[in-house]
């Protein structure tokens, strides 16, 4: 790889790391961190974060979007698939029953899986079909703010 093509990852990187901490959720960059959050009281809502452009164009927007409603969880993280790999590994091992998805999103309550949106539910949809399903979840799951 040339050198502009790594410096030009590398600002990929940090836009899609700064878009999703924009949005309210907290980076976990370390098996710890995510230990701590993820086994937290209460729902906690996982966004799993890449490069990929379904993660720019549809992923990180229902992000942000979908957590200004009047229901939500009580904690919102985030983990970067390619990039913080020992993080996000942990994490996915607390998506029982899921394969590895990215971009996806956990939705736990008190460390147990109660709704996962995969990959596959974003890829090619609209941002407000992803932000409408998490909102669902939401409405199901989460308490009034």
């Known amino acids: 790889m040339s050198m502009d093509f790594n410096l030009f990852m590398n600002d990929v990187v940090r836009q899609a790391r700064q878009e999703i901490q924009n949005a309210g959720y907290k980076e ?3 098996t710890e961190e995510v230990d701590e959050a993820l086994q937290a009281k209460g729902t906690t809502l996982v966004m799993v974060n ?7 164009g549809i992923a990180r927007p229902a992000a942000y979007h979908a957590v200004n409603y009047d229901k939500r969880p009580d904690h919102l993280v985030t983990v970067f698939a390619g990039q913080d790999k020992e993080a996000t590994a942990r994490a996915r091992e607390y998506f029982t029953g899921y394969p590895p998805s990215s971009p996806s999103f956990a939705l736990l309550k008190d460390g147990k899986i109660i709704k ?6 974003i890829e ?11 909102q669902t979840a939401f409405d199901e799951y989460c308490d009034e703010i």
């Open 28 to 30: 976990l960059k370390t």
């Open 50 to 56: 890449s490069v990929c452009g379904c993660a720019g």
């Open 116 to 121: 996962m949106i995969e990959r596959h539910e």
């Open 124 to 134: 090619g949809h609209e941002p407000m079909q992803v932000i409408s399903a998490l």
